[in-house]
């Protein structure tokens, strides 16, 4: 069973900047597919950044430019660097792991067999 439990999340204000964690359990990081997802209260969970077991990135278009997404294989820990935070991010921001996702699918949640509990970020204006 793999663990994942995020951490960094909290309240800033417009135009400041968060650094969200996943620490990892039971795998290697760097033999996993892993991304970011965000969810709102009565909408549907949507992709933000992933990373696959090569490196490669994918972005939402809404954070491109202002998040980045990357892994510490040493540690087992992902990190999102959100920076120039819009209130429009606000969010629950779930990290998830599976073994192998296609590049071009990774911001694909149903994909992913692994989850974290979700860590708040607000935003405010």
């Known amino acids: 069973q793999v663990q994942l439990v995020e951490s960094g999340g909290g309240s800033v204000q417009a135009g400041g900047s968060l650094r969200l964690s996943c620490t990892a359990s039971a795998y290697t990081s760097s033999n996993y597919a892993m991304g970011w997802f965000r969810q709102t209260p009565g909408k549907e969970r949507d992709g933000v950044a992933g990373?696959?077991?090569?490196?490669?990135?994918k972005y939402a278009d809404s954070v491109k430019g202002r998040f980045t997404i990357s892994k510490d294989n040493a540690k087992n820990i992902l990190f999102l660097q959100m920076d120039s935070l819009k209130p429009e991010d606000t969010a629950m921001y779930y990290c998830?792991?599976?073994?192998?996702?296609?590049?071009?699918?990774?911001?694909?949640?149903?994909?992913?067999?692994?989850w974290g509990q979700g860590t708040q970020v607000t935003v405010s204006s």
């Open positions: 998830a792991a599976d073994r192998w996702v296609a590049t071009n699918q990774l911001l694909r949640g149903d994909l992913y067999d692994y």
């Open positions: 990373i696959d077991s090569n490196g490669n990135t």
